[in-house]
């Protein structure tokens, strides 16, 4: 659940300001305290990208849910992967063997590892 920010955009745009005129991390923290507390290092970089994105210096798009390449392979009934592209892809020449390893840790990728 999202909480709400205890800067508002007001806050945001005062901060910028303050550092295109150079004034110092620590001295930003110090102005923007509230209730008695400085505001910590992290919240400061949160903020700050908050204000870069209100005032437009940075964009934010969304997280693409497709792979980069956009190809997708499929794999058949008798679990088989045709990849028609493979040597072009990957610089192997026909012939070259490997070895399927299963995921180490808490990844989830397969590794095709080749056999030397």
Known sequence: MARRSK????????MLKMVKDGVTEQEIRRKLSTDGKVMTSPAFS???KMAMVEAGQIKQTP???????????????????????????TGYKAG????????RGRSKAWRLVPIS
């Open 46 to 48: 949160q903020q700050l």
């Open 63 to 89: 997280r693409n849910s497709t792979s980069k390449n956009g190809k997708e392979y499929l794999v058949t009934a008798k679990g088989r992967l045709t990849v028609s592209d493979f040597s072009q892809l």
């Open 96 to 103: 070259a063997k490997f070895v399927l390893e299963k995921p």
């Open 7 to 14: 800067w508002s955009a007001e806050d945001r745009k005062k």
